[in-house]
């Protein structure tokens, strides 16, 4: 009896591990273990991949930043301090931005920063194995409420 449960719970296991690595690879590679991540306008596709990921995160920081209004976090009713919600979206294969989250509470401040995320312009697709491939990337926007 014990070890017919133990065989179960095994493959429960089993299982479970197998599906998370699936949905993993259908959601998309995470940004840090590209061979190449994507390469942002501005970025010269011939840099390392270090001075790639460095660039490409100044891009969509300072992308985000000039695409985000601070009088409207302002306005949203928050409590005064220092607020963060993190950003996470895909560069698909195309180099497409897609599949944007936020962890926000918020609806209308949601909306605000994925219109953000949005006006990210194409770029080459990160590469995993000389492959296009779609990379997922996560962003902490940080603001204070006056």
């Known amino acids: 009896m014990i070890k017919r449960f133990l065989a179960v719970l095994i ?4 299982s479970s591990s ?12 995470d940004f840090k273990l590209v061979d190449k991540v994507p390469v942002a ?3 010269n596709k011939n840099w ?11 891009y969509v920081s300072n992308t985000i930043v000039q695409n985000v209004s601070n009088s409207f ?3 949203q009713g928050l409590e005064p301090g220092s607020h963060r919600i993190n950003v ?8 497409r931005i897609s599949d944007i989250r936020t962890d926000s509470d918020n609806r209308k401040i949601d909306k605000h920063l994925i219109k953000a995320v949005k006006s990210i ?3 080459d697709p990160g590469l995993l194995d000389g492959k296009a491939v779609k990379i997922l990337y996560s962003l902490p926007i940080a603001f204070k409420i006056v």
Do not use: P, W, Y
């Not at 998370?20 to 959601?27: A, R, T, V």
């Not at 996470?88 to 180099?95: M, R, S, T, V, Y």
């Open 121 to 123: 312009e194409k770029m």
């Open 11 to 14: 493959m429960i296991l089993i």
């Open 73 to 75: 976090l302002q306005n």
């Open 48 to 58: 390392s991949n270090e001075d790639l990921r460095i660039c490409f995160t100044k």
């Open 88 to 95: 996470i979206f895909a560069i698909d294969e195309k180099g």
């Open 41 to 43: 306008n501005g970025c």
């Open 18 to 29: 197998m599906n998370s690595q699936i949905k993993e690879l259908e959601e998309g590679v």
